[in-house]
């Protein structure tokens, strides 16, 4: 008795694993990426040269809803506190310090598994060049850890090279 329900246990699985329609299969990867994500590393390659694009120890925060939806928010750990206590009489130095130290967008976004990328819609960013801009990202999970770079759309903030990206699952 347990060999013949075995047997239609293992047979279902294969007739549903072969048979899976494609919209199920992408729906699983969207699955695997959908949760909260804390940033261990950015990297910036340019030029062959690679570079700790928001310092030696970035933070971050990368979160993927099941209905579309992300935001991304990465700063640098050493950015300065406004001597003043209010951030609207910034100093022109720690303005600049905080613009350039710190990135944040939201959006939309749908996975590809043909491709294995992530397109994401920007509705909104910190740096407005991107405001309605659309990046698409190959990316691959292993265990706990999402690696991710673009590879079509605006590639970086500061214009050119390729910013490589690691987030581990959030706990």
Do not use: C
């Not at 099941?66 to 209010?86: E, M, Q």
């Amino acid at each position: 008795m347990n060999r013949i329900i075995s047997a239609v246990v293992t047979a279902s699985a294969l007739i549903f694993g072969v048979f899976l329609p494609r919209d199920e299969a992408v729906a699983q990867m969207a699955k695997d990426l959908v949760g909260t994500w804390t940033l261990v590393s950015i990297t910036l390659e340019k030029d062959g040269t690679k570079t700790d694009f928001y310092g030696p120890n970035p933070q971050g925060q990368l979160m993927y809803d099941a209905n579309g939806h992300f935001s991304v928010i990465i700063t640098r750990s050493d950015l300065p506190k406004f001597a003043s206590n209010n951030r609207e009489l910034g100093t022109p130095e720690e303005n600049k310090a905080i613009v350039q130290g710190s990135l944040a967008y939201f959006g939309t976004y749908s996975v590809s598994e043909t491709d294995k990328t992530i397109t994401s819609d920007i509705e909104n960013s910190t740096f407005p060049n991107w405001n309605g801009v659309e990046r698409k990202t190959s990316f691959n999970i292993s265990g706990d850890e999402l690696t991710t770079h673009v590879v079509s759309g605006p590639l970086t903030s500061i214009g050119t090279g390729t910013a490589y990206v690691v987030w581990k699952r959030a706990k």
